[in-house]
């Protein structure tokens, strides 16, 4: 970069700019520039030739460090568009596993018939076992066996009663429990079955270890099968040695 770019250009520039008239009359700017170039690696030329390597090295990294965040955002949004792609009947239709998890709500106990706040922490403790997993898909609105179920009982306990006021409550309760760093790695889609909202939470995998939290106490959950557990100590630490060294 900077003697293949960097070096040429400034000197072209010089020439045109200070060079042409104080040289020969049958001297031409491509003959000055392989002069310079050839005399770049001199030793009373080193400093310069320093400068400019040290110069197309940090913007090389620059382009390196753009590309790859680059490279990120087209993997995340690839991520999002598979699976946005697949309609949400056939999805329903496949069940749960291990990228997919269905809740019949988000804080309504439809046992109980009242609030149950205990709810919310069962839905962010599934988004912190996809987080640590490979991501997935959690359904709110539908039932284990398939059945939609429908939010509105959730919204109708909320303040703002609507769709914005249900991303908002599971948006606040994935950042108190997981960080705000979790809550960009979380999407929320609405769609409508039947003539009921059902809640499409999409999780992306996320490159760090993410914990729940509890009372001041840090919680790893992962995803296994079509479960999500909470690992014991010995479990966590294998679990972060293998994320540590990576794929085989």
């Known amino acids: 970069m900077g003697f293949a770019i960097l070096h040429p250009a400034t000197t072209l520039v010089y020439w045109y700019e200070f060079g042409a008239s104080n040289t020969a009359a049958d001297s031409n700017?491509?003959?000055?520039?392989?002069?310079r170039l050839s005399s770049a690696f001199a030793f009373e030329m080193?400093?310069?030739?320093?400068?400019?390597a040290v110069l197309?090295?940090?913007?090389?990294?620059?382009?390196?460090?753009?590309?790859?965040?680059?490279?990120?955002?087209?993997?995340?949004?690839r991520f999002l568009e598979r699976?946005?792609?697949?309609?949400?009947?056939?999805?329903?239709?496949?069940?749960?596993?291990?990228?997919?998890?269905?809740?019949?709500?988000?804080?309504w106990d439809?046992?109980?018939e009242r609030v149950n706040r205990?709810?919310?922490?069962?839905?962010v403790k599934t988004i912190a076992g996809f987080l640590n997993h490979?991501?997935?898909?959690?359904?709110?609105?539908?039932?284990?066996?398939?059945?939609?179920?429908?939010?509105?009982a959730d919204m109708r306990t909320l303040k703002h009663a609507n769709q914005d006021g249900f991303e908002r409550l599971l948006m606040d309760t994935t950042r108190d429990a997981l960080g705000g760093h979790a809550c960009a790695l979380v999407h929320s889609r609405f769609h409508?079955?039947?003539?009921?909202?059902?809640?499409?939470v999409i999780v992306e995998k996320s490159v760090h270890p993410v914990y729940y939290t509890d009372g001041g106490v840090a919680h790893l959950m992962l995803r296994t099968g079509n479960s999500t557990r909470e690992l014991d100590v010995r479990e966590a630490q294998a679990h972060l040695q293998r994320r540590e060294a990576g794929p085989i």
């Not at 700017?29 to 002069?35: G, S």
């Not at 205990?118 to 839905?123: K, M, N």
């Not at 409508?192 to 499409?200: A, E, K, N, S, Y």
């Open 192 to 200: 409508i079955l039947g003539g009921l909202t059902v809640c499409r």
């Open 56 to 77: 197309g090295a940090a913007i090389g990294l620059g382009f390196g460090i753009y590309h790859s965040r680059l490279l990120d955002e087209r993997s995340k949004v």
């Open 118 to 123: 205990r709810l919310q922490q069962v839905v």
């Open 83 to 107: 699976e946005l792609e697949e309609e949400l009947p056939l999805l329903i239709a496949r069940g749960e596993g291990e990228h997919v998890e269905f809740k019949s709500s988000m804080r």
């Open 110 to 112: 439809r046992r109980e």
């Open 29 to 35: 700017a491509l003959a000055f520039l392989l002069d």
């Open 46 to 52: 080193m400093t310069m030739s320093a400068v400019y």
């Open 134 to 152: 490979e991501g997935g898909t959690l359904l709110i609105g539908v039932e284990d066996d398939g059945a939609v179920a429908g939010i509105e």
